[in-house]
């Protein structure tokens, strides 16, 4: 019995259309959307009922797929956290880029949190971390070629 691969990360957001067209901006694509409810939902996450909609996206070339999912019930009681960086659990998903100081300024001109100005790790890669929507942490990393 071995692992293959990680198919895909998904990512629990407020406002499903913001968080897709973040993602869209940067080269993403979308490889489907849907909507699910029923007893298969409900037994497998453990949760009566539950209904989601969800968007598949994808980087071109069969790169990172990410699964952004909007709970529609039950109600979230939590809200979106705007957790530390340090603080336990999945706390960032970190992407190879090309002209980071390109999607930088970008995210800058969003309006998105950027933790530091762009860093140079050991004259190997360039990096920078960043809070894209609902909370999401980006890390960026450039290598220097």
Known sequence: MTFQRIDHIGII?????????????????VLGEAKMQGDLLEKLL?????????VMIALPGGGARLELIKFLAPPDEIGIQQLPVHAPGIRH??????????????????????????LNYENVYKLCYCRGPEGIILDLAEEIK
């Open 93 to 118: 998903i970190a992407f190879a880029v090309e002209d980071l100081e390109a999607i930088v300024a970008r995210l800058k001109a969003k309006g998105m949190e950027v933790f530091s100005e762009i």
């Open 46 to 54: 453990g949760l009566e009922g539950v209904q989601t909609e969800f």
């Open 13 to 29: 957001v407020k406002d499903l259309p913001a968080a897709t067209a973040f993602f869209l901006d940067f080269g993403f694509e």
